[in-house]
Each structure stands twice: as structure tokens, then as C-alpha cells.
């Protein structure tokens, strides 16, 4: 069975920093797309970053180009998410998903973990 156990979460202030993790099991993900999306109150979910497991290739969204960087542990089957110069904005439910067909479809998910900004 198909896990993936986002952790990390948390109450941030605004200009700090947070780092997710999303480790995978029961299936191996060494050549998969893994993603972090979101989803803010009221708002419909989007695409944070993306990374190609064995190529370490990453994708942004514009709003957290420079300031969020995601890397991956292939070792400990693991996605990171690192947020620094956190804002208001980036408050939200933080999904990780995996797309194992590469073909654009994420259909493995996780529970997600809350991220919220204020001061």
C-alpha cells in the first residue's frame, strides 16, 4: 500500500522559514515526479514545486521562485520542501503528490500538513 507522510508543517511568522518532508513507502518512487501543492482557504488547489526523482530536475511556481527549494533524499525515499522569507500568502495546506507514470498525472496523495503565516 502506497503511503506518502508529510510532516513539518506548522505557525510560522512572517519572513521565517519552514521545512516539509514527505516520505514515500510501499512502492518505489526512484523515478517518479514528486510534488508539493497547496491549497488556501476558499481557493482551489496549485502546483508549488516539482522534482524528477532520478534527474533532481525542479519546477516553480512564479510566487516562490527564490525562496522555496525542493530536494529529494533517494536514499530515505524522501521529498523536502524548504520555505524561507515565508508570507501571509503562502498560508495554506501543503499536499505532496507523486506522478509515477510521468505523464503529468499525480495520482498518489498524501493528507496534507498545515502551514499558516501570521504574525
Known amino acids: 500500500q502506497v503511503q506518502l507522510e508529510e510532516s513539518g508543517g506548522g505557525l510560522v511568522q512572517p519572513g521565517g522559514s519552514l521545512r516539509l518532508s514527505c516520505a514515500a513507502s510501499?512502492?518505489?518512487?526512484?523515478?517518479?515526479?514528486m510534488a508539493w501543492f497547496r491549497q488556501a482557504p476558499g481557493k482551489e488547489r496549485e502546483f508549488v514545486a516539482r522534482i524528477i526523482r532520478n534527474s533532481g530536475f525542479t519546477s516553480y511556481m512564479d510566487s516562490v521562485k527564490g525562496r522555496f527549494t525542493i530536494s529529494r533524499d533517494n536514499a530515505r525515499n524522501t521529498v523536502y520542501l524548504q520555505m524561507n522569507s515565508l508570507k501571509d500568502e503562502d498560508t495554506a495546506v501543503y499536499y505532496c503528490?507523486?506522478?509515477?507514470?510521468?505523464?503529468?498525472?499525480?495520482?498518489?496523495w498524501g493528507q496534507g500538513t498545515q502551514v499558516t503565516v501570521s504574525s
Open positions: 510501499g512502492r518505489d518512487f526512484s523515478s517518479a515526479i
Open positions: 503528490a507523486v506522478d509515477s507514470n510521468l505523464d503529468g498525472t499525480y495520482r498518489y
